[in-house]
Structure formats: C-alpha cells, structure tokens
C-alpha cells in the first residue's frame, strides 16, 4: 500500500486560498458575530375582543400567563354582570380565574404563551376567623403548580381581591389562609412564589 505524498496537503490549501481570493473573499480565521438570533417566541399579542352578552358589560382586565418560562401579562376582556350587586369581589376574581383556566388564544399560543392553571378551580368568600380579604379555593393552594399559583396571585394582585399589598388565599381544608404577593422576581421565575402567614383580622 502506498502512502499519500505529504506534499499534496499544503498544495490543495494554497488552491484552495486562491480560489476564495479570486472570488473577492478574503480567507480569515476571525469569528463572525451576526448579532443573537431572532426570537422563536415574541411573548407579544394585541389585545382581544368580547362581545357581552345582554345584561354583561365588557371590562378589559390582564392575566398572567407563562412564556418563555416568565410569567407575561396579556390585555383580555371579561364579560361582567351590569348589576353593582352580582359584580362582587369574589365574582370578579372568578372571572379572572376562568381566564387563566382556558386555554391561550391561536394569537396567544402562537407567540408562545401557555397557562398552568387547571379547572375546575372555584372562589367563594372569607370564612369567619378568616383576616378580611380572604378568598378560599376549592383546592389548596400549595398543591398546585408553582407557575399555576403564581399566575394566580399576580392575576389577582391587579384587581379588587388584593388586600394590603397582597392576595390572601386559603383552600378548603381548615388551614389558615397565607398571605401571597407577586414582585418582579416571581415574574422572572415563577417558581420562587413564597407565601407568608396572613396577619390575622382586627376585627377579631
């Protein structure tokens, strides 16, 4: 068996440096930076639109979901009763709930928006040791997600059910509620939702 001549090598590089030189481009071992590349996932959408239904007034309200592992608000628009009376604290934080527990709109989903929460998840009012402002779900909080209660508490944080700079949750059980709030960290990774005891109520 015969061995390739060691001179053939260095041979076909320099043909191969004048072939790029005479095609007007200059060989160089320099990295070039094109700068990152273009987003897959926007995390953008316009708002939505909802036509009420008779007695239902049409509110724009924002809900958190999860993109790009951060939790992103997006504008939407809930159907409320027109009657001051049905349009309670609870009922509102209901209906945002339901928003978070339908699936992302085609121009949601394709900007890359996805929700955590899972239904059925039900509000009714605070129980009567419960600290004034408490919603209890009919599950407990800490068993969902983290991003689930995380889209949760920012989702309520916005709206009538924060109480105090925070949004008191309990579940069905006989638990004490907790006290929850959504700075920008958890925003950044939902995950790190930590709540804290929900200070009891003055009026005893």
């Known amino acids: 068996m015969t061995r390739p001549h060691r001179g053939l090598v260095p041979a076909a590089l320099v043909l191969a440096g004048l072939a790029l030189a005479g095609c007007g481009i200059r060989p160089t071992q320099i990295p070039v930076d094109a700068g990152p590349a ?12 909802v036509v009420p239904q008779a007695g239902r007034t049409a509110v724009p309200v924002q809900v958190y979901l999860v993109c790009a592992s951060q939790l992103v608000a997006v504008d939407r628009t809930v159907a409320t009763p027109e009657d ?34 899972r239904g059925p998840l039900l509000l009714s009012d605070a129980r009567g040791n419960d600290p004034a402002g408490t919603l209890r779900l009919n599950r407990q909080p800490e068993d969902l997600p983290a991003e689930a209660l995380a889209q949760l508490v920012c989702t309520l944080m916005e709206s009538r059910a924060a109480t105090d700079g925070a949004v008191l949750l309990g579940g069905p059980g006989d638990w004490a509620p907790r006290a929850y709030t959504c ?6 990774r939902p995950e790190s939702l930590v709540p804290a005891p929900a200070r009891p109520s003055s009026a005893g």
């Open 38 to 49: 273009p987003s897959r996932v926007p995390c953008e959408v316009s708002a939505t639109e």
């Open 84 to 117: 001051e009376a049905a349009s309670s604290r609870v009922g509102e934080a209901q209906a945002l709930v339901d928003e978070l527990q339908q699936q992302p709109l085609p121009a949601e989903h394709e900007a890359g928006f996805v929700t955590w929460v």
């Open 183 to 188: 700075p920008a960290s958890v925003k950044e």
